[in-house]
Nanobody, 117 residues
Framework: QVQFVESGGALVQPGGSLRLSCAASGMIFSIYDMGWYRQIPGKQRELVATVTRRFTTWYPESVKGRFTISRDNARNTVYLQMSALKPEDTAVYYC???????????WGQGTQVTVSS
């Protein structure tokens, strides 16, 4: 079955940087659009970056210019490079394959990002 394993989360100070990784298995990775989401307890999951199978990227205004999504099809891995982190970026981050912007697989365990001084 399709599985995602997210990693790279940590406690970081405001203004700092992190790179998250998501390793996918059980799917033909290269043919799917991929997305990174985040969730704060008690709130809905929020889409923060997408990369199509043709490497086109999209970001919401809240992270544009600070987050960069990329993919390595040889490693079945999608990355999220985050810089200029703010306390409001604190959340659990997840990846998923997407279709028309919506997630289409079960979620992994996510990786916790905490931005705090």
């Amino acid at each position: 079955q399709v599985q995602f394993v997210e990693s790279g989360g940590a406690l970081v100070q405001p203004g700092g940087s992190l790179r998250l990784s998501c390793a996918a298995s059980g799917m033909i990775f290269s043919i799917y659009d991929m997305g990174w989401y985040r969730q704060i307890p008690g709130k809905q999951r929020e889409l923060v970056a997408t990369v199509t199978r043709r490497f086109t990227t999209w970001y919401p205004e809240s992270v544009k210019g600070r987050f960069t999504i990329s993919r390595d099809n040889a490693r079945n891995t999608v990355y999220l490079q985050m810089s200029a982190l703010k306390p409001e970026d604190t959340a659990v981050y997840y990846c998923n394959r997407i279709n028309s912007g919506a997630p289409i697989s079960s979620w992994g365990q996510g990786t916790q990002v905490t931005v705090s001084s």
